[in-house]
Nanobody, 123 residues
Framework: VRPVETGGGLVQPGDSLRLSCTVSGGIDSPSVSVWFRQTIGTDREFVAGIGWRGIKILYSDLLKDRFTISRDSDKNVVYLQINSLRREDTGLYFC?????????????????WGRGTQVTVSS
């Protein structure tokens, strides 16, 4: 079942945003859920990942200061909180889910992607 991302939108620099990734029917265990993003002129890059129990968490070294990943297992939702948004954060944010509890950071290692949610940071 494909993940569905929501929560994107048009925001101003410095604002915060919380993105949601929902998998209908639930997220099987064990599995990891990850967020990637594709900003202007870049390939899809790893942002953060979280294990099934929410204990394992991994962030991109470049983004970890402003991004927080979490999950609500009861609601089958994985969140990505983004604070102090910058113009360079503008892009399409994708969620992916993968069986196994190892958080991998390469795009090619995931096959079950959502369609993405657009985040635009502009004044």
């Amino acid at each position: 079942v494909r993940p569905v991302e929501t929560g994107g939108g048009l925001v101003q620099p410095g604002d915060s945003l919380r993105l949601s990734c929902t998998v209908s029917g639930g997220i099987d265990s064990p599995s990891v859920s990850v967020w990637f993003r594709q900003t202007i002129g870049t390939d899809r890059e790893f942002v953060a990942g979280i294990g099934w129990r929410g204990i394992k968490i991994l962030y991109s070294d470049l983004l970890k200061d402003r991004f927080t990943i979490s999950r609500d297992s009861d609601k089958n939702v994985v969140y990505l909180q983004i604070n102090s948004l910058r113009r360079e954060d503008t892009g399409l944010y994708f969620c992916a889910v993968r069986p196994n509890n190892t958080i991998l950071t390469q795009r090619e290692q995931y096959s079950n992607w959502g369609r993405g949610t657009q985040v635009t940071v502009s004044s």
